[in-house]
Structure formats: C-alpha cells, structure tokens
Nanobody, 126 residues
Framework: QLHLVESGGGLVQPGGSLRLSCAAS????????IGWFRQVPGQDRERVACISQNGMNRRLADSVKGRFNISRDNSKNEVILQMNNLSPEETAIYYCGAASRPGAWISCALPDVGSWGQGTQVTVSA
C-alpha cells in the first residue's frame, strides 16, 4: 500500500513562501499522478495542483496560477509544491494524494485519489 508523507508546512507571513514535499516509502511514486489539495476545518477539501506521472503535465487551480508550482523528482520519489506570495486565506491543512489513473491530472479531482497523506499545516499570518 502506498504510504504518503507530507512535510514542509509551518507558519509564514503574508507574501511569504513555503515548499511542501510529498514523499513515499516502500513504493514508487512514478506510477501515480500526484496531487496537492487543501482543507480548512469545516469546509470541503479543494484541489491545488496535480502533476502527471512523468512530470510533463500539470494542472493548477486558477487561484494559485502564477504563484504556486508543482514538480516531481521520480529519482528521489518526491513531489514538491512551491508556494509563493501566500495569503492568510490560504491557511489550511495541505494534503498530497495519489491516483493510479494516468489521466487523473487533467481533472485533478478528489474521487480519483486512492491514497492520502496525513497532511501538513500551513498557517499564513502576521
């Protein structure tokens, strides 16, 4: 079973940057579409970004385009979410998820995700 672990969350000031990592043990991430999603308590989980298995294709939510980027290094078994110019409204728990369907990066939708990490807290505050 794929076991995902997120890291890199923390407290950052508005306008600041954070780099989140999604890593896996035991199994290779390169067989999976990987997505980043975020959730505020009491609200629905929403997509942030997805990346195809070979890293050539990405889909980012409109709200983060131009500020966030998703990348992967399959040799390190890791997917990175680089977040720049963060705003307080983006305070949430950020989760990475894995989907086995190759085209899942296009829809970047929650129902495609078969495995989730435990999440990492991102707090944007002065």
């Amino acid at each position: 079973q794929l076991h995902l672990v997120e890291s890199g969350g923390g407290l950052v000031q508005p306008g600041g940057s954070l780099r989140l990592s999604c890593a896996a043990s035991a199994l290779s991430l390169e067989d999976y579409v990987i997505g980043w999603f975020r959730q505020v308590p009491g609200q629905d989980r929403e997509r942030v970004a997805c990346i195809s298995q070979n890293g050539m294709n990405r889909r980012l939510a409109d709200s983060v385009k131009g500020r966030f980027n998703i990348s992967r290094d399959n040799s390190k078994n890791e997917v990175i979410l680089q977040m720049n110019n963060l705003s307080p409204e983006e305070t949430a728990i950020y989760y990475c998820g894995a989907a086995s369907r190759p085209g899942a990066w296009i829809s970047c939708a929650l129902p495609d995700v078969g495995s989730w990490g435990q999440g990492t807290q991102v707090t944007v505050s002065a």
